[in-house]
Nanobody
Framework: QVQLVESGGGLVQAGGSLRLSCVASGTFFRINAMGWYRQAPGKQRELVADITSGGSTNYADSVKGRFTISRDNAKNTVYLQMNSLKPEDTAVYYC???????????????WGQGTQVTVSS
């Protein structure tokens, strides 16, 4: 059984910072990429940032220059450093891992339970 454990969410004032962490546990043949998505009330879930095992990163335009994604492949852990937070960043943030538990499986997406980030004005 796989599990993604998230931490670091909370309530901050606009302009503040938070650091999210996510650890993927269980048996994995390979994790190709890990990332963060977010979903605001009444909105579609959207990609915030992701990072491949090789270190390539991708960011939503709305967070470029403010958020930084990083990873520790040996620990199957991904981080999201969020600086200069804005009220519009308020959302539930979900950790994602894309990979295979077994070599013969197709690539699947695995999700954490989500952690609330609330930015007050």
């Amino acid at each position: 059984q796989v599990q993604l454990v998230e931490s670091g969410g909370g309530l901050v004032q606009a302009g503040g910072s938070l650091r999210l962490s996510c650890v993927a546990s269980g048996t994995f043949f390979r994790i190709n990429a890990m990332g963060w998505y977010r979903q605001a009330p009444g909105k579609q879930r959207e990609l915030v940032a992701d990072i491949t095992s090789g270190g390539s990163t991708n960011y939503a335009d709305s967070v470029k220059g403010r958020f930084t994604i990083s990873r520790d492949n040996a620990k199957n852990t991904v981080y999201l450093q969020m600086n200069s937070l804005k009220p519009e960043d308020t959302a539930v943030y979900y950790c994602n891992a894309r990979g295979r538990q077994r070599a013969w499986e197709r690539v699947n997406d695995y999700w954490g339970q989500g952690t609330q980030v609330t930015v007050s004005s």
